[in-house]
T-cell receptor
Framework: GAVVSQHPSWVICKSGTSVKIECRSL??????MFWYRQFPKQSLMLMATSNEGSKATYEQGVEKDKFLINHASLTLSTLTVTSAHPEDSSFYIC?????????????FGPGTRLTVT | GQNIDQPTEMTATEGAIVQINCTYQ??????LFWYQQHAGEAPTFLSYNVLDGLEEKGRFSSFLSRSKGYSYLLLKELQMKDSASYLCAVRVPDSWGKLQFGAGTQVVVTP
């Protein structure tokens, strides 16, 4: 399976600034990665699918101009939260799907806690 | 789309058994996953069911009935460390493993 890291593990930023979160697949070449967001005491909500070498595909209701995704290599996807606001404060988690038999197993990164003040 | 329902919270005592139910309505079915998530951490994989029946893995078992759109996760011999949120997730067909998650069930284990 894939080992997935995220950086930073937590970040505090001021309202109006931009924050970049990195997701790395350390031992698996990932053409696809997923980005999720989780608010306190809620479940994971899929934000977008990151595709290596092409544009990300966003879920309904997710602003693509606000959450910029770049998947420039087979091991790295970045999520940039632009012009962050307090309501963007959340736990952001990436995952790497790897083939496993007839399906895909998801390997999750440890998550990044974003607090916007 | 997918609609996934599971109870919000369950409480049980140490050493007991707890069953977490999950019902789903989906357009197509490609498998159901259960994950455990401790507060502030990423989810960890527990089980995967794609065919009807029971899958047992140590103290954890998962059951699936595709005709009923129903699954459950059974936790036996509960330990304090089992206090966590348990997430039911359905794989979205033709999607490179994209998952749709239920809201999660918070299990509280008491002494």
């Amino acid at each position: 399976g894939a080992v997935v890291s995220q950086h930073p593990s937590w970040v505090i930023c001021k309202s109006g600034t931009s924050v970049k979160i990195e997701c790395r697949s350390l031992d698996f070449q990932a053409t696809t990665m997923f980005w999720y967001r989780q608010f306190p005491k809620q479940s994971l909500m899929l934000m977008a699918t990151s595709n290596e070498g092409s544009k990300a595909t966003y879920e309904q209701g997710v602003e693509k101009d606000k959450f910029l995704i770049n998947h420039a290599s087979l091991t790295l996807s970045t999520l940039t939260v632009t012009s962050a606001h307090p309501e963007d404060s959340s736990f952001y988690i990436c995952s790497v799907p790897t083939p496993s038999g007839l399906t895909y197993e998801q390997y999750f990164g440890p998550g990044t806690r974003l607090t916007v003040t | 789309g997918q609609n996934i329902d599971q109870p919000t919270e369950m409480t049980a005592t140490e050493g007991a058994i707890v069953q977490i139910n999950c019902t789903y309505q989906t357009s197509g079915f490609n498998g159901l996953f259960w994950y455990q998530q401790h507060a502030g951490e990423a989810p960890t994989f527990l089980s995967y069911n794609v065919l009807d029946g029971l899958e047992e893995k140590g103290r954890f078992s998962s059951f699936l009935s595709r005709s009923k759109g129903y699954s459950y996760l059974l936790l036996k011999e509960l330990q304090m460390k089992d206090s966590a949120s348990y997430l039911c997730a359905v794989r979205v067909p033709d999607s490179w493993g994209k998952l749709q998650f239920g809201a999660g069930t918070q299990v509280v284990v008491t002494p």
